[in-house]
């Protein structure tokens, strides 16, 4: 069996409110973690199970053949097609684990961990073009430094792309082991301390999510999901750092908003109904026991939503 252990697993089932006969999607499918908790919690469900790596839909398909789920091999964004096209017109939970694979980690082959030879690839679906190695080696300086200071919120960006081009124009960069030295090299000592993350870490999220389009899918599918939930359908999104919290967090208290007026106004004229209602004021966070049987769950956090009756 995969070790692939799902985040904040009973937190999510506790909040999906999940009920005999309901639709529920889990747009990150991953290994089937939280697939099989939402079973476990009712196993009279129908479970549309999206992923946008082949691999992990083969094993999906595998696992969980002689069960109501259809297995989609999609970027998440689509999910108002993906629906259409297996005639569901509207769902009553939607699931996301924004972390990404431990699978993606242990294979060094798929060019995600730094703690690992292999080559610049990043692709969660390989039959993509763009790869983490296109990045580095192509982009222009400037587009560099806004991915890796926005994406990967490293102070030191500027060091580190001066240091990437400059290594660059000697000779392409290829592997995991290259980048990771030479971004060890343009961060200076008193930057950073050993006990905390590794310096390469924050440029290595920065392409990742530049790759795979993380963010762009994520504003996509936030506004589709709304729209494709059943009154009193919950939205349980899991992000893993504050870029992904910080869109999840907005949105939902946009679409919660009873007024949209200007400021100053005396008298409510909008009429504006709040959409969702959000059940997090403050994100869940795993448990120190968690934590301790799965250090991966560490930066996790949970934010949960309510469809409301908006006519």
């Not at 999910?79 to 993606?104: A, T, Y």
């Not at 222009?140 to 990437?164: C, H, M, Q, T």
Request: proline share 4%; with cysteine; net charge positive.
């Amino acid at each position: 069996m995969d070790k692939h252990v799902p985040v904040l697993k009973k937190e999510c089932i506790a909040a999906l409110n999940i009920k005999s006969g309901g639709v529920y999607v889990d747009c990150t499918a991953g290994r089937g973690g939280h697939v099989e908790a939402i079973f476990d919690s009712n196993p009279n469900v129908k479970i549309i199970a999206v992923d946008k790596d082949p691999v992990n839909s083969l094993f999906l398909s595998e696992r969980f053949k002689n069960k109501n789920v259809v297995v989609v091999t999609a970027d998440y964004k689509d999910i108002d097609d993906i629906l259409s096209f297996n005639d569901i017109k509207s769902v009553d939970g939607m699931l996301f684990d924004l972390g990404f694979s431990s699978i993606h980690v242990d294979d060094a082959e798929r060019g995600f961990s730094f703690s690992k030879d292999g080559p610049l690839d990043m692709r969660y679906n390989r039959e993509q073009t763009l790869t983490a190695e296109n990045v580095v080696n192509e982009y222009e300086e400037s587009e560099l430094k806004r991915i890796i200071r926005d994406y990967g919120e490293e102070p030191f960006y500027n060091r580190v792309v001066y240091a990437i081009v400059h290594a660059r124009i000697q000779q392409r960069i290829k592997t995991t082991s290259e980048l990771k030295k030479i971004i060890n090299s343009a961060i200076p000592v008193k930057g950073w301390s050993p006990k905390k993350i590794d310096t390469a870490t924050k440029t290595f999220q920065a392409l990742r999510i530049e790759v795979n389009a993380e963010l762009e899918s994520l504003n996509i599918v936030l506004d589709k999901a709304v729209d494709l939930l059943n009154i009193t359908g919950r939205l349980c999104v899991i992000t893993f750092h504050s870029l992904e919290d910080r869109i999840v967090k907005t949105k939902f208290n946009n679409e919660a908003k009873t007024c949209t007026c200007p400021k100053g106004l005396v008298q409510c004229v909008c009429n504006t109904k709040p959409r969702l209602k959000v059940i997090t004021r403050k994100a869940i966070l795993p448990g120190e026991e968690e934590i301790c049987l799965n250090p991966r769950a560490r930066s996790a956090k949970l934010r949960i939503a309510e469809k409301l009756d908006a006519r």
